[in-house]
């Protein structure tokens, strides 16, 4: 197993269906996010964990539900979502300490997210 | 309101050439960048950084320019290759931390 990766690669849902995206990372790293990128926009953080406590949340709304119940593994459940929720989701995790940052974090390859 | 801008979403070169990049912010408080690669159904993967301590950081054919000045920086590829061939973010972050905020990215194509 290496890095990131985010399961299922690729998810259809109705707009009244529950699903979760899945995110794992094997890296030992503390912090993990949510990014959404879609189309002709630039990638938006939508949450970040640290230390398994939820730090950010930036403004996003509720159908969209975040969980992280270790260090390794982050999930983003998703309920009566939108078509305009429809985008590539993507996972990000990095160290974080006192010491300082890099601001590199390490992606998955994505959810590719499709809502009808 | 979008802190980092990169126009002239596409961008193709000739196998060899030099390809320049643009990006540009508009967060003062901003004082770390980075820029990221992405190929198709890939995540984007970490290439090149620099503290706004520094104008030039340089990393084989990679290198970045800050002009803090200007709120402009620029990575340059030299020589550019095939495999160059992906799209690339600008991304910036205040202390260092992990925030970041990306551009919207440019597609590079290298002509063989």
């Not at chain 2, 030299?78 to 260092?96: E, I, L, N, T």
Request: proline share 5%.
């Amino acid at each position: 197993e290496t890095g990131v990766t985010q399961t299922p690669r690729h998810l259809v849902m109705g707009m009244t269906n529950k699903k979760s995206l899945k995110c794992e990372q094997h890296l030992g790293h503390n912090a993990m996010y949510w990014y959404k990128q879609s189309a002709k926009k630039p990638l938006e953080l939508m949450f970040v964990y640290s230390l398994e406590e939820r730090v950010e949340n930036n403004s996003v709304p509720s159908r969209f539900s975040p969980e992280c119940p270790n260090s390794s593994h982050l999930f983003l459940h998703l309920h009566t979502l939108q078509p305009e929720d429809s985008a590539l989701y993507l996972c990000a995790s990095s160290q974080d300490s006192l010491a300082g940052h890099t601001g590199e974090l390490f992606f998955g390859e994505g959810s590719r997210l499709t809502v009808l | 309101d979008q802190q980092v801008k990169q126009n002239s979403p596409s961008l193709s070169v000739q196998e060899g050439r030099i390809s320049i990049l643009n990006c540009d912010y508009t967060n003062s408080m901003f004082d770390y960048f980075l820029w990221y690669k992405k190929y198709p159904a890939e995540g984007p993967t970490f290439l090149i950084s620099i503290s706004s301590i520094k104008d030039k950081n340089e990393d084989g054919r990679f290198t970045v320019f800050l002009n803090k000045s200007a709120k402009h920086l620029s990575l340059h590829i030299v020589p550019s290759q095939p495999g160059d061939s992906a799209v690339y973010f600008c991304a910036a972050s205040v202390g260092g931390n992990n925030r970041l905020a990306f551009g919207k990215g440019n597609q590079v194509v290298v002509i063989p």
